[in-house]
């Protein structure tokens, strides 16, 4: 079965300090891809990242970096000299891809970051 | 290109009541799904359309919501007798084969 941890429900550090974001998953399939997404307060869901399971570069972008780690099922992302507008609830999720046209994806409870000035 | 657009963005019903949201997705995209959020858990699946027909709707709760697609184009979740563990927000999102979901801004639903 498929599910998506994130054992920090709350996170509350200082502008500019950096701030890793937990994310482990489960999955049978071989082939899944992994996404983070973005809840500001204003409601709608923001696409961050998509990785598929084949690829464990790590990647950066801008202030934003997620480690992917197969051996520990994990897909956290760290967000470096944070600020104020970071202030939001992310979610990981995981998708299975099989045969069908597409599939559906499994959240995690998502984590309240609050970034204090 | 225009997003997936819902409609309304906010509703408050009372308990009973029957209320419909509205997704557009965004143009040629043939997978539409339905998601929501209550009481500050995590995002569910609903249900999944492919085109008119729908593909997987195992993640609907319970039969008093009905989820439409005539056409294959827009899509439809009505909530009839509302009750007040359906408050939350609703999104929907949309995609083409194989591809990323494209979400919506959430349609907030508040049942009083």
């Known amino acids: 079965a498929q599910k998506v941890t994130q054992a920090q429900t709350e996170i509350s550090v200082v502008e500019k300090e950096d701030v890793t974001l937990d994310c482990v998953y489960e999955?049978?399939?071989?082939?899944?891809?992994l996404f983070w997404y973005k809840q500001p307060p204003s409601g709608e869901l923001v696409f961050l990242i998509r990785r598929n399971s084949f690829d464990e570069q790590n990647e950066i972008s801008g202030r934003y970096s997620w480690n992917f780690q197969k051996s520990t099922s994990s897909f956290n992302f760290t967000i470096t000299a944070s600020q104020v507008v970071d202030s939001a609830v992310y979610f990981c999720?995981?998708?299975?891809?099989?045969?069908?046209?597409?599939?559906?994806?499994?959240f995690g409870s998502g984590t309240r970051l609050s970034i204090r000035p | 290109e225009a997003g997936v657009t819902q409609f309304p963005s906010h509703s408050v019903i009372e308990k009973g009541q029957t209320v419909t949201l509205r997704c557009d997705p965004i143009?040629?995209?043939?997978?539409l799904y339905w998601y929501r959020r209550v009481m500050g858990k995590e995002i569910k699946f609903l249900l999944h359309?492919?085109?008119?027909?729908?593909?997987?709707e195992s993640g609907m709760p319970n039969n008093r919501f009905l989820a439409e697609r005539t056409g294959g184009t827009y899509s439809t979740l009505k909530v009839q007798p509302a009750e007040l563990e359906d408050s939350g927000v609703y999104f929907c999102?949309?995609?083409?084969?194989?591809?990323?979901?494209?979400f919506g801004e959430g349609s907030w639903l508040t049942v009083v």
């Open positions: 999102a949309s995609s083409q084969v194989r591809q990323g979901l494209h």
């Open positions: 359309f492919v085109k008119e027909s729908k593909q997987d």
């Open positions: 143009s040629g995209h043939d997978n």
């Open positions: 999955t049978r399939d071989t082939t899944y891809y």
């Open positions: 999720a995981l998708s299975e891809e099989g045969y069908s046209s597409a599939s559906k994806i499994i």
